[in-house]
């Protein structure tokens, strides 16, 4: 069975400084994608980027970056010049085959950015 | 453009009681799925479907209901609401595809007492 895991509960960051929120996870099936989603204290669950597993290069949206380190079984989320907006929980996810079956997620990082 | 409507956002209910949350889309998307989220659990799949009158179980499938009977709706039952079901619960849709991020309701906080 796929398990994403995510090893840091929670993070205190300064504002200004990159950020890298760690992803590993575990699958056989040599075709899958990876998601990062962003929930805020509001509560929605806001879709931040994607990365397949037979993309040659690492994702890039703004100033989000994702560090896919295949053999590694690794896709850390990193945040350049982090800001005050981007506290909240962040969750890593995963989908496999044709994507029909859902994503399974990580219990998520909480960020906080600080002054 | 309303996206994923999810209604109600809040609701109580009492041990055994039954009810409906609803969600649709005006998306178009063929795929359509139901998670709860608890505390410390990340999120994880109830049902989904993958198209009109197609519907299959996730990973915490008991004590639910699903039917979709449009492309647009996607409405998750509680037949015997129990204190265990209490979460929060979002449904999701997207075109399917392994690439297709999920798009988001806002969420319904459900408590049962």
């Known amino acids: 069975a796929q398990k994403i895991t995510q090893t840091q509960p929670g993070m205190f960051v300064q504002e200004k400084e990159a950020v890298t929120l760690d992803c590993t996870y575990d699958t056989s099936d040599p075709s899958y994608g990876l998601f990062w989603y962003k929930q805020p204290s509001s509560g929605e669950m806001i879709f931040l980027i994607y990365q397949g597993s037979y993309d040659q290069q690492n994702a890039t949206e703004g100033r989000y970056s994702l560090n896919f380190q295949k053999a590694r079984k690794s896709a850390n989320l990193v945040i350049s010049a982090s800001q005050l907006g981007d506290s909240a929980m962040y969750f890593c996810a995963m989908s496999l085959g044709g994507g029909a079956d859902g994503l399974t997620f990580g219990k998520g990082t909480h960020l906080i950015i600080q002054p | 453009n309303a996206g994923v409507t999810q209604t109600p956002k809040f609701q109580v209910l009492k041990t055994g009681q039954s009810m409906t949350l609803q969600c649709a889309q005006d998306?178009?998307?063929?795929?359509m799925s139901w998670y709860r989220q608890d505390p410390g659990m990340g999120l994880r799949l109830i049902h989904y479907?993958?198209?009109?009158?197609?519907?299959d179980q996730g990973e915490v499938p008991n004590g639910y209901n699903v039917s979709r009977s449009t492309t647009e709706d996607f409405p998750l039952r509680l037949l015997s609401a129990a204190p265990s079901q209490t979460s929060v619960y979002f449904c999701a849709s997207s075109f399917g595809l392994q690439h297709s991020p999920l798009h988001f309701g806002n969420g319904t906080r459900l408590t049962v007492t």
């Open positions: 479907s993958v198209g009109a009158g197609i519907t």
């Open positions: 998306m178009n998307h063929e795929y």
